[in-house]
């Protein structure tokens, strides 16, 4: 009896392709324990806390949303530098409302807009 020497391999790799497939979904069912564990679950708790208490920080918010295209010191990068901005307050609430060029609408809930704008026109 002849032995085909090519099917242990074949095995092999379907047993590792297998795992692959089961660990990657093990992963994705751990991945919101991970985030809390790390503290990214600690943030969406304060939201629903500022929400509650209605109590609005632009500077956290700043924090989460806008700082990856305005920077850490207002400076600009992906977007324009926030610091001495030459647009009035209701420039700034239009724009921050429906997005202008790369910058998407509804960053900033509606009833929050004026506290946001005048955050932003006090940054000097």
């Known amino acids: 009896m ?5 099917i242990p ?3 092999i790799m379907a047993l590792g392709i ?5 660990l990657s979904l093990e992963g994705l069912n751990n991945a919101g324990e991970k985030a809390k564990e790390e503290g990214h ?7 629903g806390e500022q929400a509650s208490s209605g109590e609005f920080d632009p500077e956290a918010k700043y924090k989460e949303s ?11 990068g992906a977007g324009p530098a926030l610091k001495g901005t030459k647009l009035s307050k209701d420039e700034i609430k239009e724009t ?4 202008k060029g790369m910058m998407p609408a509804g960053l900033v809930e509606e009833g929050n807009l004026d506290a946001m704008a005048d955050w932003i026109k006090s940054l000097k």
Do not use: D
């Open 66 to 76: 806008c700082v990856s295209c305005h920077g850490g010191n207002y400076e600009g």
């Open 2 to 6: 002849n032995r085909n020497p090519i």
């Open 18 to 22: 297998g795992l692959v497939f089961f």
């Open 41 to 47: 679950g600690e943030m969406e708790g304060k939201e």
């Open 96 to 99: 921050i409302k429906n997005g």
């Open 9 to 11: 391999f074949v095995l």
